[in-house]
């Protein structure tokens, strides 16, 4: 199976990916689409890397999730 990566930040050149274990590594900018975000999740390939739109979608909705589960529960709070 190919690695996967998120992309945590772009630094001109360079984007940080951080991969599964947490741990953060450096890549050309230039390795990645150029339609990747912050957030994305990429997949190795053979020049580079690719965009998963669906372990990205997959991503988002856990957060979203948390995020409606951690706010719903402030509002229950007040």
């Known amino acids: 199976m190919d690695k996967i990566y998120t ?3 772009f630094e001109g050149e ?3 990916l951080e ?3 947490g741990s953060h590594i450096n890549a050309l900018r230039s390795l990645v ?3 990747a975000h ?3 999740v990429l997949e190795t390939a053979e020049n580079g890397f690719v965009v998963r739109e ?3 979608q997959e991503r988002r ?3 979203l999730q948390k995020q409606r589960k951690l706010f719903k529960h402030r509002s229950e709070e007040t």
């Open 7 to 9: 992309i945590d930040r």
């Open 14 to 16: 360079i984007v940080v």
């Open 19 to 21: 991969m599964e274990n």
């Open 33 to 35: 689409p150029g339609n």
């Open 38 to 40: 912050e957030g994305d």
């Open 54 to 56: 669906d372990l990205t």
């Open 61 to 63: 909705d856990k957060i």
